[in-house]
């Protein structure tokens, strides 16, 4: 199945720069999910990181990122993925709202954006004047088993000037926080 779904920019932090931000979710055969961001806009008032080595790096929502957010209905865990167009990555699990808790499962290695990891999952990225596009997969082995899935995607786009906006399905609060369940609008049943 595969779903495409609108980010909205939080009403504190308004970018005018940028026109849409799209997510296309497809759950594939094996249970991964693909996420496919599609940025457009003004792209050279957007700072995009520079290509790093394709390794798990902290804080990458500093800077533009895209980011994904899984949860099971019902439950309070929850697991946050993110990709910055540098390539690397950061995967982390919660056990509630910001609890953050040590998980074999995502600190295994993880597809690194722009590269292929022995896991089977790959991301890619294409930019040109206008539109910015990254490619991400979670493997089916980094996600929660049970269904009915929740998620919450999201991106944090960083300008030139340094100012940030931050994007989501839903912002459920007054301030951006991504890790506010409300903000899990998505539901993927299978």
């Avoid at 909205?8 to 005018?16: E, F, I, L």
């Avoid at 979710?25 to 520079?50: C, F, K, N, W």
């Avoid at 804080?59 to 990709?83: I, P, S």
């Avoid at 690397?88 to 995502?106: I, N």
Wanted: glycine share 6%; net charge negative; with cysteine.
């Amino acid at each position: 199945m595969i779903w495409e779904l609108a980010l909205q920019s939080h009403p504190a932090t308004p970018c005018p720069a940028i026109h849409t931000l799209n997510v296309t979710v497809e759950r594939l055969a094996d249970g991964s999910l693909r996420l496919h961001y599609t940025l457009r806009g003004d792209l050279a008032q957007v700072r995009i990181p520079a290509p790093q080595p394709p390794v798990f790096t902290d804080d990458l929502w500093q800077h533009t990122c895209f980011e994904a957010f899984v949860a099971v209905q019902g439950e309070t865990a929850y697991r946050e993925f993110n990709f910055s167009p540098s390539s690397q990555w950061a995967a982390y699990a919660f056990s509630d709202y910001r609890q953050p808790v040590e998980s074999p499962l995502l600190l295994a290695p993880f597809p690194p954006c722009g590269g292929r990891a022995g896991d089977g999952g790959e991301c890619s990225e294409q930019d040109s004047q206008s539109t910015y596009q990254l490619d991400a997969t979670i493997p089916s082995t980094a996600l929660p088993a049970a269904a009915p899935l929740q998620l919450a995607l999201t991106a944090v786009i960083e300008l030139t000037d340094g100012s940030k906006s931050y994007w989501a399905l839903k912002h459920p609060g007054e301030r951006p926080d991504f890790h506010h369940r409300d903000g899990f609008t998505h539901e993927i049943w299978s």
